[in-house]
């Protein structure tokens, strides 16, 4: 069979899950083509995140329904097929809808061999602005930092896992995907050929760190344990890190100088809010564990996600997010706007935010980190926060 694979437009998770994909079927026999009209099967991968992105892929789908040959099948993978299966089935019955389940596509196309997790290379065509930023790092920063963000394809991605098992009321991911944990072996495996191939920068990608292993009998902290003995010269950066991972040994295991850049994703810094979507964690103790990773390992920087105009959220709710944000304690904060997702929790809650007063707030949190940032002196700082202060 002939595939043709669509895989762009999503995060980097979602991403590495169609690599998955492609690796799968070329594994069981498939043949990859390079030009769409020549492939048997037309593979979608798709992101749900954002309302912004469903909309996006479900035109990007009702355009390759209309341009797709007689002969072809179109196949939608990636989160869209969890939250939106009547509108893609809308646009054709046809279609066949997986969601982020590695091991039902193995099934349903009737493969026999997995593949292992694999040291992946992402390439990225960079707008003018941010070619010049980076020429500019190359030159005169030297920050690792600023190449993980801006020169993706130096970074060396592996999969540790997918899924998780938070029960956050905002989310629709729960519906997507299960957690499914790669074997430390073969992460470790994986470490070893990008370092093979002139890697330093390792990017260790999943829904959730801090859940990984519990779905195979192990853990983050025997991980991170493993990671820390590899003796050569290299960096690890752990994209998405929920606060209750937070234990002692992952905090030790943090104060080690691999270890360059994690996202801690606090949401906000208000417990009612907090206790509202369902993340299992105090914040005053999240605070106080960022300071003890960020005293022990001045080289690692600490990236945050926080939403803004989540149901029920007040002025003062709002301001204690921005004040937190204020100390200077993140590096790099990622700002949402509350989005509402289908089939989920809070999208039965009352007191919905308007969308003024989310953009308003959305700007507040973005000027108080420019503020924080000028006060550090921190030129990698504000650099890693351009992308979004420059809105």
Known sequence: M?????????????KLFGEDVRNLLKLNGWNECSVAAI?????INT?????SKSSYFLEFIQII????????????????????????????????????DLDVIACSFKCDQMPKATATNISETLPLSKMILEK?????????????????EHVCYIQMSTGCLGKCTYCSEKFITKLKSRPIKEILDAVDDGIKRGFTLFSLSSDDASAYGKDIGSSLDELLMELCKIKQNIYFIIPEFNPQGLSESVIKSLSDKKFL????PIQSGSQKILNKMKRPYEIDKVVKDVCRIKNSNKHLMVNTHVIVGFPGETDEDFEKTRMLLKTGLFDRVKVFMY?????????????????????????????????SNLKKMSLTNLILNLEQIKE
């Not at 002939?2 to 979602?14: E, M, P, Q, S």
């Not at 939608?76 to 809308?90: F, R, S």
């Not at 850049?261 to 801690?264: A, E, G, K, M, S």
């Open 2 to 14: 002939k595939f043709y694979i669509y895989n762009a437009g999503t995060c980097i998770r979602v």
């Open 39 to 43: 492939a048997d099967y037309l593979i």
């Open 47 to 51: 992101c749900s995140f954002l309302e």
């Open 65 to 100: 329904e209309k341009q797709r040959l007689p002969f072809q099948k179109i196949v939608v993978i990636g989160c869209l097929g969890g939250t939106h299966e009547k509108e893609i089935l809308a646009i054709s019955k046809d279609i066949l809808i997986f969601k982020r």
């Open 136 to 152: 500019f790092n190359r030159c005169f920063l030297h920050s690792k930092h600023i190449e993980f963000r801006l020169k993706r």
């Open 261 to 264: 850049y994690i996202t801690i």
């Open 339 to 371: 989005s509402e997702r289908p089939g989920t929790k809070a999208a039965l809650f009352p007191d919905k935010v308007s969308q003024t007063i989310k953009e308003n707030r959305r700007q507040k949190i973005l000027k108080t980190m420019r503020h």
